[in-house]
């Protein structure tokens, strides 16, 4: 490649009817500047390729950096997820245990509670068929009572003087008071 060094120091021999010499060295002169202006845009340009090569390198480097942070936080991503998941089956069994320690205990103490009803029904029949017999043999003994003091009472005499046919009549209205009783008492 030729440079403007290379056209400044070029000389040529002089021939008997050759080129001006003066238009020769002007050209060169203007090819001269136009190389050093094409070797400075050139080296600009190189320099601008350099820059612009450092920032690919760099937000190449960059771009790795970022997959890297990227592909940590999807792992990252995915262990807190499954750790989340984890973490919520967890809580999901435990809540799932304490429910069913607790219907299980729901259903012992309903069943103690039915079980105590049960011995407090079966007690208080116990006592009502006590209570119904109670009445009964009281009924009885108050019939008894009645009957045996209806009896006295018919078996007393009035007065000394009565006939014994009112005596008789008398006894058979307290009997006919105690079969009313007795009836009224076993209704």
């Known amino acids: 490649m030729i440079t403007s060094k290379d056209v400044r120091n070029k000389r040529f021999e002089k021939a008997a009817f050759g080129y001006k010499q003066e238009e020769i060295d002007e050209f060169l002169s203007q090819l001269e500047a136009e190389l050093d202006e094409m070797e400075r845009e050139r080296a600009e340009a190189n320099s601008k390729i350099q820059v612009l090569a450092d920032k690919v390198r760099e937000y190449m480097r960059d771009e790795d950096a970022l997959k890297d942070a990227l592909l940590g936080a999807q792992k990252q991503g995915h262990q807190v997820l499954s750790e989340a998941n984890e973490k919520a089956e967890q809580i999901i069994a435990e809540a799932q245990k304490k429910a069913d320690a607790l219907e299980d205990e729901a259903v012992r103490q309903h069943a103690e509670a039915m079980e105590k009803n049960r011995e407090e029904i079966a007690k208080e029949k116990e006592a009502l068929i006590e209570a119904q017999q109670q009445v009964a043999d009281f009924k ?33 209205t307290a009997e006919e008071i105690a079969a009313a009783v007795a009836a009224e008492v076993e209704e």
């Open 140 to 172: 009885k003994s108050l019939f008894d009572m009645y009957k045996s003091h209806l009896e006295l009472i018919s078996s007393m005499p009035d007065t000394f003087d009565e006939p014994e046919e009112e005596t008789a009549d008398e006894a058979q």
